[in-house]
């Protein structure tokens, strides 16, 4: 199967600094690559859906200064948690589909972001 | 958008035994997917099944499209096999985004 990476895996930062974190499809070109978040024992849900070349689409209740989407490439998608708190630590995971909607979607190894 | 339901919640298996967990969907699908969350939160592909029946290894799947569910069968059950299963289907009135279930959480006691 196509091979998505995440990185960093983990990452201890101290409120109000930004961390980012990086999407790489290794081995497809990903026009559009998905960001979720997960809560412990709780399901994935969907933050943002990034488009390369142009603006992500976030979903409702997720605030778009907070959590900056940048689709660069056909092969990278980053996330850049600005200004953190406590409140953003959490796990986040992306993802990306070999082509269309229907196509099977890969995901990357998650990054267990902790504010401190 | 479609709502995507598993049960059960929790299960808990002896080593050796066989299961079944089922995932409900709300509506008409041309893509069902199966993942298995490992201990460290990797989300590894289990099945991409819309519909009929796949086979890996002791894992097996079954997608009843025209009656809106996907099975996931563990035969023989390893400790390995423990960790959270989740299945998705797309949304497509919401741009095709995946819809997860709630998950299932397995441990496998040796």
């Known amino acids: 199967g196509a091979v998505v990476s995440q990185h960093p895996s983990r990452v201890i930062c101290k409120s109000g600094t930004s961390v980012k974190i990086e999407c ?5 070109q990903a026009t559009t690559m998905f960001w979720y978040r997960q809560f412990p024992k709780k399901s994935l849900m969907l933050m943002a859906t990034s488009n390369e070349g142009s603006k992500a689409t976030y979903e409702q209740g997720v605030e778009k200064d907070k959590f900056l989407i940048n689709h660069a490439s056909l092969t990278l998608s980053t996330l850049t948690v600005t200004s953190a708190h406590p409140e953003d630590s959490s796990f986040y995971i992306c993802s990306a589909r070999l082509s269309g909607v229907n196509t099977e ?3 990357g190894q998650g990054t267990r972001l902790t504010v401190v | ?10 299960l808990i298996l002896q080593e050796g035994a066989n299961s079944t967990l089922r995932c ?3 509506d ?5 997917q199966w993942f298995h969350q490992n201990p460290w939160g990797q989300l590894i592909n289990l099945f991409y099944i819309p519909s009929g029946t796949k086979q890996n290894g002791r894992l097996s799947a079954t997608t009843v499209a025209t009656e809106r569910y996907s099975l996931l069968y563990i035969s ?13 289907a797309p949304s497509y009135n919401q ?12 441990s496998v006691k040796p």
């Open chain 1, 24 to 28: 790489r499809s290794l081995d497809f």
């Open chain 1, 105 to 107: 979607a890969f995901f």
């Open chain 2, 1 to 10: 958008g479609i709502q995507v339901e598993q049960s059960p919640p929790d």
């Open chain 2, 24 to 26: 409900n969907f709300s």
């Open chain 2, 28 to 32: 008409s699908v041309n893509n069902l």
């Open chain 2, 76 to 88: 023989s059950s390893q400790t390995t096999d423990s960790g959270v299963y989740f299945c998705a």
């Open chain 2, 95 to 106: 741009g095709g985004k995946l819809i997860f279930g709630q998950g299932t959480e397995l």
